[in-house]
């Protein structure tokens, strides 16, 4: 069967706007994973953009050979029937937490960029989410169309502006202090291995309903390098931020520094890309607790916006810096087991 470009291109946007979350798209995540470690962190972003790629792939195709619906029959196909059940309680809560970090980063963008308080930004994302719970998930799928492309032109605008300023050599060189200079190593791994356990909520069902491997295969591929393209241009950027690590949205002031003309433009895409992560994790969380415990769909969604809002109160930068590289080490078991199993295409 011949590769189906336009549903690759579509898998590809799907899986790039799943992993640019609140995180990756504030730069608040490439800081704590990559930037901080200076010269490393840059040799880190290329190790973490092959296993995005490789490893996206394969998690795509091995969901559509075994006909995964959902990341728990994937968690069961990876783990076995028993682990992967205890491993699917785990996600449940790694989801909750990411979903209260994504609440938080979007009352970071009201807070430090629009001037007005972190509950604002907070109650407004959930009464859009709850707006968008009832119409359906496709108008989020659409948004990354537009979204994703806008996420990457915007990463290369500013990659360009950063490179013509002083010392720009000397800083992609340049190699920092760091008391724990040990997770410049771990971080590729950690980092690829969060988002990869993460996005299975959506990429499982979205590969298992477009069935073609060769379609699958080149939708993870092309929305790997199109990860790994925004993930190096961030980081050449923040590296040119001084103080980087002291901004909850570092790629937002760095964009008011070098082109003040698209700032309300940016800041709206990475409201978007934050928006999309909200509902995707809901989505998810609503899913898998509808299968143990059976509540009308409008409570459940209330009652995880209640116990996220009360996480998201944490201040930002603490919540992802604390709960992000613990998230990453729990996932390392999943990213090892995904490259020992095999994919069996059906003849």
Known sequence: M???WGAAFQIAAVYVGTVVGAGFATGREIVEFFSRFGLFGLIGVFMAGYILTYMGAKLMRIAASIGARSYEEMNEHLFGKFFGRI???VMLFMLLGVC????????AVFEEQLGLTKSIGIFVTIGLSLAVMFV?????FAVNIVVVPMMILFSLIMFFLSVKLPGFVEQVVFLPYAEDGWKAVIGPFSYTALNLSLAQAVLVPVAAEIKDDSTVKWG?????IA?????LSSHLTLIMLPGFETFEIPMAVIMKQLASGLYWI???IVYGEIFTSVIGNIFGLERQIQKYIKLPSLLVVALLFVICYFISLIDYGTLLSVLYPVFGYISLIFIVLLWMKPVDIPK
Not at 136 to 140: D, M
Not at 220 to 224: D, K, N
Not at 227 to 231: D, F, G, P, R, Y
């Open 220 to 224: 993870g591929i092309l929305g790997g």
């Open 87 to 89: 491993i699917n309680i």
């Open 100 to 107: 209260a970090v994504m609440l938080s980063g979007a009352g």
């Open 227 to 231: 990860l790994t393209l925004i993930l």
């Open 136 to 140: 359906g998930l496709k108008g989020v």
């Open 266 to 268: 940016f800041v709206l």
């Open 2 to 4: 011949k590769t189906n």
